[in-house]
């Protein structure tokens, strides 16, 4: 089954105490995004990768980190989480080529800094 | 760079009425455009979109339309079913980023029966 998995779910952490989020996908995917998602604000662009070693900053990357080692992994990395980190996390990947395609979400990752 | 303002922020309507969702984008470069269902709990996941080169796509009761000239699109829901109350993104692609998708804030529908 096709699918972009996240992991973990939910997450409680405090304040300054690195974590990271797995990302993967089975598509062979080229192109894969993070995004948080805040109320009132829809779904903010963290990072984005285009490929293996290729990232870029997205609109939202004070934070953050993120590494493209695999085609299949993109993981999310907060050196050291602040409260105002505290949203929902959406990855996402989709086929690269000259059009832009579908993105395809994981199940999201619910963090809670305290 | 691109903005997308999307209204309503929520949309409450009867079972069997019409909705009708509105975007606007401030990018003349964009020129791809999609709408996106999240479901309370779940992933976004896509139900329509159209590209630049397309005035107007329908699949079964849900259409979007696109007004290059005026930049903006619409996504029309038509018979509304309960099983529609969710809540509704729309996002435009700035051409030079490729796969990049910029989202609109939100519509919460709810559909009442």
């Known amino acids: 089954e096709a699918q972009v998995t996240q992991n973990p779910r939910y997450l409680i952490t405090v304040t300054g105490k690195k974590l990271t989020v797995t990302c993967s996908q089975n598509m062979n995917h080229e192109y894969m995004s993070w995004y948080r998602q805040d109320p009132g604000l829809g779904l903010r662009q963290i990072y984005y990768s285009m490929n293996v070693e290729v990232t870029d900053k997205g609109d939202v990357p004070e934070g953050y980190k993120v590494s493209r080692k695999e085609k299949r992994n993109f993981p999310l990395i907060l050196e050291s989480p602040s409260p105002n980190q505290t949203s929902l996390y959406f990855c996402?990947?989709?086929?690269?080529?000259?059009?832009?395609?579908?993105?395809?979400f994981g199940p999201g990752t619910r963090l809670t800094v305290t | 760079g691109e903005n997308v303002e999307q209204h309503p922020s929520t949309l409450s309507v009867q079972e069997g009425d019409s909705a009708v969702i509105k975007c606007t984008y401030s990018d003349s470069a964009s020129n791809y455009f999609p709408w996106y269902k999240q479901e309370l709990g779940k992933r976004p996941q896509l139900i329509i979109d159209?590209?630049?080169?397309?005035g107007e796509k329908k699949d079964q009761r849900i259409a979007v339309t696109l007004n290059k000239t005026a930049k903006h699109f619409s996504l029309h829901i038509t018979e509304t079913q309960p099983e529609d109350s969710a809540v509704y993104f729309c996002?435009?692609?700035?051409?030079?980023?490729?796969?990049?998708?910029?989202f609109g804030a939100g519509t919460i529908l709810r559909v009442k029966s």
């Open positions: 996402a990947s989709t086929r690269g080529g000259l059009f832009v395609h579908e993105q395809y």
């Open positions: 159209i590209r630049s080169n397309v």
């Open positions: 996002a435009a692609s700035p051409m030079e980023y490729g796969n990049k998708l910029v």
